[in-house]
């Protein structure tokens, strides 16, 4: 198999920089091939913007759909896109590596999703229909696991916890960019306290524990997001009224 590994940290010896090697030796010693996307080592261009787009359809008015879709269409993007979206279309899975900063992905990631997800590659519509998303589309397939760190306690993103929980923190990247062109999303691998872990047997139990989610990335359940075109969302936009009743928001979308 083939595993795509996109991280996001710009210090070499940081933790997150730790858990991709882990990442990169556990997949090699099971016969996997690895390619490795560091974004802050690329120089990656963050900013979805006008010069994404070298030949425009329209010079006029820059509208992003229109000129993305048109760029992917003609083959008119920019070469860094190109190779992305060819590491995507050629992985079996996608891990994604990166801290959580301000309740999110890093801005070079997000940059990178926004930049790569082409219309037409990652988001679109088929035969005329809105089909191309939430369990189906172009990545429909695959598998993805994000692995996560985080300055604050566990208990700070629990239920009750002040920050909130960080299934709801991510379910944009989870339910959104994953599994809306159809990945199958295993659960967040999750290391809290980052900042304060102060010893080398410290640092080893949280590598140990990275290591055996990687290893169980082809085999882990995913995630039961409810797809669009699985009968639950008969008008593909709302729930039907027996599905999930009396619960709203995130926790509905998981069956």
């Known amino acids: 198999m083939q595993v795509l590994i996109v991280f996001a940290h710009p210090e070499p010896t940081s933790l997150t920089r730790q858990l991709v090697q882990v990442s990169v030796e556990t997949l090699e010693k099971e016969g996997h091939d690895v390619v490795l996307s560091d974004l802050y080592g690329m120089k990656w261009k963050a900013v979805f913007d006008a010069d994404d787009f070298p030949v425009r359809a329209n010079p006029e008015r820059l509208s992003f759909i229109e000129e993305s879709g048109h760029a992917y269409a003609s083959g008119n993007q920019t070469a860094d896109v190109v190779a992305e979206q060819a590491k995507l279309i050629s ?10 900063w301000w309740f999110g992905v890093p801005a070079i990631l997000k940059g990178w999703i926004e930049r790569v997800y082409a219309y037409g590659f990652g988001y679109g519509f088929e035969d005329g229909t809105n089909r191309f998303r939430y369990g189906d589309g172009m990545l429909k397939g695959k598998r993805a696991l994000v692995s996560v760190t985080l300055g604050g306690p566990e208990v700070d993103y629990g239920p009750r916890g002040i920050n909130g929980p960080l299934d709801h923190i991510l379910f944009p990247l989870t339910h959104g960019a994953l599994f809306y062109p159809g990945m199958a999303v295993l659960p967040i691998h999750a290391v809290y306290g980052a900042a304060h872990l102060k010893t080398a047997e410290e640092i080893e139990v949280v590598k140990a524990g990275w290591q055996h989610r990687v290893e169980g990335l ?3 359940e995913p995630i039961p997001f409810r797809s669009q075109n699985g009968g639950d969302f008969p008008d593909r936009h709302t729930l039907r009224d027996d599905v999930a009743p009396g619960v709203t928001g995130f926790p509905a979308h998981i069956a």
Do not use: K, W
């Open 218 to 220: 082809f085999t882990d």
């Open 91 to 100: 992985a079996d899975a996608v891990i994604l590596q990166f801290p959580l």
